[in-house]
Every structure is written in structure tokens, then in C-alpha cells.
């Protein structure tokens, strides 16, 4: 018995990676930042899908670009371009006041994946598993990488390397100025949203309800949450402060302290302690790193968003709902109308959604109040995005729109 603690005990250590450290980065570029700017999926690599810039009140399409399917991922906006991905195998450049295409890249394959913007760069992945680098100002290939896997989730650029996970239940990362591996680490099933960063640490669920806190220097586990049964996790995890948040599909949003660790024999431990709170012999277990949970919404299909003192969860019910950050406590909730089917975006004091019935709706973030509309012909399931005063919406009726106040 106290052999097979032991090995416990090193397997969890792990000393390989101590010895044998992945390579680092060559550069410490991160995304694009700027206020006016949406640099890449969640707009910054905590995913918050938060942006200070005011979204406009949408009374005029100054422009739509058609694909010729439907749009499944959310553009980016950077120093007057907007970068897309497209169903029909295409990654695109566009004039953010025109609508004009500057250059288009044919990948030869669909793209579940919004684009990243970085330097000169710009990092976008298709479906069966090539992650590319284009130069942003001409569309040229820089580098790629071919993880092997169907990739679903969208890149993270952080201190120089691009983050993102696979069907292999890997999360690869890459070095932003060289396409090369640093490392890969094993979930144990598909990563199908991005992972999110912030000092120095990568947070990753996976589909096996399972939520991963990594070292980036190390590549090693340094925490572990499960969800637990018929808690898949919905969406990406977002850091905020000491906390990482995320929602689950029974419409739950959880708060956990992001500096907690997990230790030898853990999982083993709270398997008994379950099965001991079932028989009535303890109390029910809390599991390590729990900060709260709260079940918010009636199911969730997308993840949530983070504003600095609120979190923002949409529904499969048409309930848009907002959480203190802090203690859970549920705010307000207001009825859409229809099943919420895109990520929350919060800019400035709006709250918005993408419906099933083709609706982005604006909320007051304060009062959850609708205070706009705006209607398209197709699902909207991308996250709306704010930048350079527009609304940019991406419908599954095939068309970019680029919005704006009269």
C-alpha cells in the first residue's frame, strides 16, 4: 500500500518537465490591444468578452459582406481591418469603413475559429487541425502548423504563444513567431473552446466536464476541478481577479479560486467522501478550490461573460441573467424572448446576445433592461463584437454586418 502511495506521489510530482522544461517563447507578443480594438475570441486572453468602448445604438448598416454559408464565428477588429474566418474556406480582410475585401487567404478548408491579431500577424486555425499564421496587411503565409486533430476551439494569444485546443484533447501551445510546439497537454477529451491565460497559467475545459489549471513553463497540472455529472461545461473559462468563472449546461455558473492546487491522491479522497455523504456518514463534500456556485439560467449551450464587477450568462430558456462576481448572488434575470445562442458581449454599459429566432439584443448591464434590437435572417450564434464605434454581427444568414447609430 504505502509502494502504491508513493507512486502516486511521483506520478503527481511528475519531475520530467522539472528536468526536461518545454522551450520558451522567442517573443512576448500578445494580442492587439487598443480601446477602439477586438483583437481576438473574448477580446482579451482572460476571455472576458468585455470591451469599456460603448456599444452604438444600431439604427444603420453602413455594410454587410455575404459568404456563401452561413457565419459561425465573430470577426476581429484591428487598426481599421476586420478579420473573419468563413464557413466557405476562406479567411478575409475588410475595410472597417467600406467593407471592402483587401485580401483573401483560400485555405481549402471550413473554419470553426475566430482569428487572433497579433504584431503583424494574424493566427486562425481550420477544422481539420492546421493552425496558420498570415501576415495581416497582405494575407501571405508566415507558418503553420498541423496539430494532426480537428480543431473546433478559437486561439489565445498570450507573452508569445498561441493557445489552443484540439480533438486530440490536447491543448497545444505554439510559439507566436515560429509555429513550433512548446508543448501539449493532455485532457483526456476534445477541447472544443479556447483556454484563457493570465500570469503565467493556462485554464482549459474539456468535454470530459473537467476544468485544468496548467503552469505555462512547465506545462504541468497544477489544479483540477470536475464538474461533475451532467455539468459539462459550457464555453471558455475566464480569469478575473483571483478567480476563474465558467457555466455549465445545467445553467450553473461557478466561481473558483484560481490559486488553488490539487494534490496526490485528491481525486481518490473525494470519491469516498461522496460515496460516505450518500451512506450519511459526513456532510456533503466541498470540493478543493470551490469559491460558489449558482445555477442562473434554465441550461446553457454557450459560455458567460465578465464585466469588472458582474457576470453575464444566457439561457437555452431565453433568460439573460447577471451575478455579483464576488458572491453569486443573482442580480436580475430578463426574458429575450427566444433560446440564447451566442457568448454574452459586454461594451461599456450593454449587455448583448445572439438569439435563436436571428436577434442580437442589448440589455442595460445595470438594470437587465432591453433597450435594443436589431433583427437578421439567420441563427446568430458568433458574440457580437464592439470596435471602432461599430457593431459587427455575424449571422448564420451568410452576412457580416457592420452597424452603427445614425
Known sequence: MLALILWRVVVFLDPVP??????????????????NAWAQSGNDFRNTGY?????????????????T?????SPVVVDGRVYLTTEDKRTLALDVRSGEMLWEYHSGWP????PAVTGDLVISAVRPGI???????????KWENHTGSPILSSPVVADGTVYIGSADSNVHALDVATGETRWTFPTGAWVTDRPAYVDGTVAVASLSKELYIVGDRSARQQFFYDTGRGRQISGSPIFQ?????????????????RHAKSYPLERGILFWRVNLYIWGVLPPPVQNGTVWTNRVVGG????IAVAPDMLYAGGLDGTVSAVDAESGEKIWGSDVGSHVTSTPTVAGNTVMVGTEDGRVVGLNRASGEIIWE???SGKVTASPVVAENTLFVASRDGRLYAVEAR
Open 300 to 303: 446553457m449551450s454557450v459560455g
Open 131 to 141: 493552425v496558420v499564421a498570415l501576415d495581416r496587411i497582405t494575407g501571405e503565409v
Open 51 to 67: 470591451t469599456p468602448a460603448e456599444a452604438p445604438f444600431p439604427e444603420k448598416v453602413r455594410w454587410t459582406f455575404s459568404s
Open 241 to 257: 481577479g483571483d478567480y476563474v468563472y465558467f457555466g455549465t449546461q445545467d445553467g450553473s455558473v461557478w466561481a473558483l479560486d
Open 374 to 376: 436589431f433583427q437578421t
Open 18 to 35: 522539472l528536468v526536461f522544461a518545454p522551450s520558451g517563447a522567442t517573443t512576448s507578443a500578445g494580442p492587439a490591444t487598443s480601446p
Open 111 to 114: 473554419s470553426s475559429s475566430t
Open 69 to 73: 454559408n452561413g457565419l459561425a464565428t
